[in-house]
Antibody, heavy 121, light 107 residues
Framework: EVQLVESGGGLVQPGGSLRLSCAAS????????MHWVRQAPGKGLVWVSR????????TYADSVKGRFTISRDNAKNTLSLQMNSLRAEDTAVYHC??????????????WGQGTLVTVSA | DIQMTQSPSSLSASVGDRVTITCRASQSINSYLNWYQQKPGKAPKVLIYAASSLQSGVPSRFSGSGSGTDFTLTISSLQPEDFATYFC?????????FGQGTKLEIK
């Protein structure tokens, strides 16, 4: 059974830092591009960042560029998101997701339940 | 970025009803359109990918259609477990973007 389990969320003050982790199991983690998607309370889904299967390529949403860093450890089947200079608008549940990709389709195949990050004084 | 607009934002329906949700892209995305279902406190789950392909394990009462800029998700006969929020998502270009969601509630 495929599992993605996020951890590391919590309450942090504006300007603070937090590191999220996503533990993957049940599939060949090292073969998949991985993504972070966030969801503010009562709101929709917003893409945050992605990393290639070997970790050599990363991309970020403009709203987090320069503040967040995505990384992965394929030996430990773990995805991470280092979040610095946090703002109130970063408050959200953060989901990790694996991307299925073929020549004619691409979609988020598996998702974790998410970890809540609250940025507040 | 490609903007995705869903309608309606919310919908009340009864068990057994046929329901259609619409998603419109701000530019052509060919068939790079996916639909997800999300229940409160749970992770999203893919229902339809590439506009009309049913994900393995998803009941056949769910179907998707469309190409270019206009897409629909249809539930042919609503079941109690279908009351949830539905999101469309384009995978044509980076960044991937989602519709704002359609909350399907029991009438």
């Amino acid at each position: 059974e495929v599992q993605l389990v996020e951890s590391g969320g919590g309450l942090v003050q504006p300007g603070g830092s937090l590191r999220l982790s996503c533990a993957a199991s049940g599939f060949t983690f090292s073969s998949y591009w991985m993504h972070w998607v966030r969801q503010a309370p009562g709101k929709g889904l917003v893409w945050v960042s992605r990393i290639s299967s070997d970790g050599s390529s990363t991309t970020y949403a403009d709203s987090v560029k320069g503040r967040f860093t995505i990384s992965r450890d394929n030996a430990k089947n773990t995805l991470s998101l280092q979040m610095n200079s946090l703002r109130a608008e970063d408050t959200a549940v953060y989901h990790c997701a694996s991307l299925y990709s073929s020549s004619w389709s691409e979609y988020f195949q598996h998702w974790g339940q998410g970890t809540l990050v609250t940025v507040s004084a | 970025d490609i903007q995705m607009t869903q309608s309606p934002s919310s919908l009340s329906a009864s068990v057994g009803d046929r329901v259609t949700i619409t998603c419109r892209a701000s530019q052509s995305i060919n068939s790079y359109l996916n639909w997800y279902q999300q229940k409160p406190g749970k992770a999203p789950k893919v229902l339809i990918y590439a506009a009309s392909s049913l994900q393995s394990g998803v009941p056949s009462r769910f179907s998707g259609s469309g190409s270019g800029t206009d897409f629909t998700l249809t539930i042919s006969s609503l079941q109690p477990e279908d009351f949830a929020t539905y999101f469309c998502q384009q995978s044509y270009s980076t960044p991937p973007t989602f519709g704002q969601g359609t909350k399907l509630e029991i009438k």
